[in-house]
């Protein structure tokens, strides 16, 4: 039984790179695709060469291939809702959420003061550089969703903020603390996916 | 093949059914294994594949297993408990589907 050498498997993953395939866990697993049809091409016509084997089959298949690649992946978008929103109900999350809340009503924020404004300065560093060096470090397709959904959410609630009637209280007051909170989720989900797929995908 | 319209919207029945049956499997076996039962009548492509099975897995019907196999990284699918009672009702939507299909294609004669 021929198996494809590393050198194969090296050639067809920088074809694939070198054909906008950018996500880690996608190109490995059209590597093996790939790998696994050429190896029983190999296995059928023992005297058939790797690369004749391969230009065949890319030939027949590469537009099949690429095909998923190209369309927005809306069911990554929904994954990503989905946990962010599971995760604004875990105790760290919920409990941070209600400390704030409580600062927020009771304590409330020394004004004009420098020494707290770490707080949301740190808050907003990590929501906008944080997803910016995971996703250089780890090109995941939902690492990129998740990414690309918080930071289009976040714009949307800056946008709510320039437009929102600084006269209402309630309703400024209601959009930092929903910010806060939406926000702490996706950092915690951030570092959990990137957790997960560092693992799952470390020897790529 | 002419029919694929006709499969299409079985693709992901399909897939639930094989896992069901089998503990674990990855992309390209899917396909052999389909085109192996159907003697060739049903070629999965690679374009409607994935996406199906990428789908099914966001959807947390399926688990991702990463195994070094042959010099290269291959990504298992497996059914998680959701999906395993999930492609129960699918099954069973399908033989419905099939039956009424049947009802329609061969008429059972009429007594009266």
Redesign the interface.
């Known amino acids: 039984m021929r ?4 050198e ?2 090296q050639f067809i993953q920088n074809y694939l790179k070198n054909s906008d395939v950018v996500f880690i ?2 190109r ?6 790939v ?3 050429i ?2 091409k190999l296995n059928k016509n023992p005297e058939l060469e790797f690369y004749d084997a391969f230009k065949t089959y890319m030939l027949q ?1 590469k ?3 690429l ?2 690649t190209s ?1 927005h ?1 809306w ?2 978008d ?2 990503a809702l989905r946990i962010i929103g599971k995760n604004m109900f875990h105790p760290l999350i919920a409990g941070l959420f209600f400390l704030f809340l409580g600062v927020f009503y009771i304590v409330g924020f020394p004004e004009n003061s420098f020494e707290f404004l770490w707080i949301p300065a740190s808050l907003i560093s990590s929501v906008y550089i944080l997803p910016l060096i995971i996703y250089r470090y780890l090109k995941i397709s939902f690492v990129h969703h998740l990414v690309l959904l918080v930071h289009w959410i976040n714009y949307v609630i800056v946008q709510l903020f320039l437009r929102a009637n600084t006269e209402n209280e309630l309703l400024f007051n209601s959009i930092i603390i929903i910010t806060f909170w939406f926000n702490l989720s996706a950092i915690k989900t951030l570092i959990e996916s990137f957790r997960y797929y560092k693992t ?2 470390k ?2 | 093949m002419s029919n694929a319209k006709l499969y299409k919207g079985s693709l992901t029945t399909i897939i639930l059914k094989l896992l069901a049956e089998g503990d674990k499997m ?4 899917i396909t ?1 294994k389909v085109k192996k039962m159907t003697q060739g009548e049903l070629k999965i ?3 409607a594949l ?2 199906a099975l ?2 099914l897995e ?2 947390g019907l399926l688990d ?1 297993e ?1 195994k ?8 298992y699918y497996k059914l998680t408990e959701k999906g395993t009672k999930e492609s129960v009702n699918k099954l069973e939507e399908l033989e419905r589907f099939i039956e009424t299909i049947q009802g329609i294609v061969n008429p059972k004669p009429s007594l009266g």
């Open positions: 198996t494809l050498s590393a194969n498997i866990d996608v490995l697993e059209m590597t093996d695709h790998a696994s049809a190896e029983e298949h537009k099949e291939l095909k998923s369309k992946r069911d990554l929904k994954k799952k995908f020897k790529a | 990855y992309g390209y076996e052999q492509t690679e374009g994935y996406p990428h789908k966001a959807d991702v990463v070094k196999v042959d010099n290269r990284l291959r990504k």
